[in-house]
């Protein structure tokens, strides 16, 4: 039997559209997380985006991570724009983001052990 590692696809979800959202929470959220933090495959490619529009100081929203995600050419292996417009779906409020980063950084420290 093969054992699943421990993660969280909710929150890995609901912090990526969280960041899609709000530019000023992507940019804290890029100082809080790591590739690492990710789990889910697509959800990991999508955050690397991410981290390259961080490095160049370029905004993160829903048109940039799309157009650095089809620069990776992997804009279709995560499930295209309607994928990254789902996301942003997820976010009901931006009040309990620095939960849902605490319960990815401990999922990381779970699959570390």
């Known amino acids: 039997m093969v054992k699943k590692l421990p993660q969280d696809e909710y929150s890995e979800r609901t912090v990526l559209g ?3 959202m709000d530019s000023s929470k ?3 959220g890029m100082e809080a997380l790591k590739e690492e933090d990710f789990c889910i495959g697509n959800n990991k490619i999508v955050f690397k985006a991410m981290s390259e529009l961080y490095k160049s100081k370029t905004p993160i929203d ?10 990776m050419h992997q804009l279709e292996l995560v499930g295209g ?12 409020s931006f009040v309990n983001l620095d939960f849902y980063i605490d319960i990815l950084r401990n999922k990381t420290t779970l699959r570390k052990l």
Do not use: I, K
């Open 18 to 20: 969280a960041l899609l």
């Open 81 to 92: 724009v309607e994928y990254l417009s789902s996301l942003t779906e997820m976010v009901t």
């Open 62 to 71: 829903l048109t940039t991570v799309s157009a650095q995600l089809e620069t």
């Open 26 to 28: 992507a940019f804290a």
